[in-house]
């Protein structure tokens, strides 16, 4: 993200705002923390307050609800940064076909094995 324009934001921050930015949707503390797999809560707040004060992510109050949304400036940013991971990565792994076909073939087996490692956390703890 400093590529792009916004120094100083942990991995997390960064995270965040391509969540806030996808699908230019609203979206609540509680959805941003279930989708990125986060519990502690305050963790994503305090990254959604530093966005905020960045100009890049929005709050707005809807009844009880609170919704958070990507600002023109934080869309801006978000989008030099894929401009920047195109030119940087997607290029070389253009460059070789056979591993392209590889990661494609990977993807699907990567997500089975994070479930069964989430399924089993989530076992483990229980006991």
Do not use: W
Request: proline share 2%; aromatic share 4%.
């Amino acid at each position: 993200m400093a590529a792009a324009g916004l120094k100083d934001m942990a991995p997390l921050d960064v995270l965040v705002l391509h969540h806030v930015t996808h699908r230019a949707r609203d979206k609540r503390l509680a959805d941003i923390c279930f989708i990125m797999n986060v519990e502690d809560t305050h963790l994503v707040n305090y990254a959604l307050k530093k966005l905020q004060t960045l100009g890049v992510v929005a709050s707005q109050k809807n009844g009880k609800e609170v919704t958070y949304a990507a600002t023109d400036l934080g869309r801006t940013h978000v989008q030099r940064y894929r401009e920047i991971r195109e030119s940087c990565l997607m290029d070389a792994l253009k460059a070789d076909d056979a591993l392209n076909r590889d990661i494609g073939e990977l993807a699907p087996l990567l997500r089975v094995l994070s479930g069964m490692y989430d399924q089993a956390a989530r076992s483990a703890a229980s006991l």
